[in-house]
């Protein structure tokens, strides 16, 4: 018996189209996790968008590296007809963004309402904002419920004093090194 060894066969990876859509979902999900979550994907619903002019500006060259990638270095003869219009696609939603980040600046719009003042006193302080004082005042429609909510925690009927729960909550987020 002659024993001949085959050819190993490297393991099946998957192609280069499919493992930059992985990365650019991962990617968009982890600078966006309320809009992931939204989309029923919750890998990072521990963390907030971070509007800082570095964020936004590092998101930028992300976005134009992935665009030159997708039109220039990606092998689209390679691609199935599927994969060709998913790169159409995929080129259209990063120009949209893009749009947003480099042209619209909504990010960048001075805030409105109750907590428009606070942040703009820290900003002329030169002090930190926290980020979630960014998801208030730029999407009040979406986190009344939650201030609400706070208020009533903070405020509302209960045997420790507002003030003992402000130093609770002043510690709590001390040791979770988050800004109260």
Known sequence: ?????????????????AAF?????DGFAMR???????????AHDDRLEDFSPAAIAAEIATLKSQRTFLSRQLDTTALTLDER???RILLGIIDGWLL??????????NPTGARAEAIEGMRAAGVPIPQIMHLFAYKPDRTDHLAAFTQGVMRGPSPPL?????LIAALTSKLNQCLF
């Open 1 to 17: 018996m002659c024993l001949v060894p085959l050819a190993a066969r490297p393991p099946e990876a998957p192609g280069d189209f």
């Open 85 to 87: 219009v998913d790169r």
């Open 21 to 25: 859509v992985d990365r650019y979902l």
């Open 162 to 166: 507002p003030g003992q729960r402000e």
């Open 32 to 42: 966006h996790p309320a809009i992931a979550a939204g989309n029923g994907l919750h």
């Open 100 to 109: 947003e980040q480099e042209t619209l600046k909504n990010w960048q719009r």
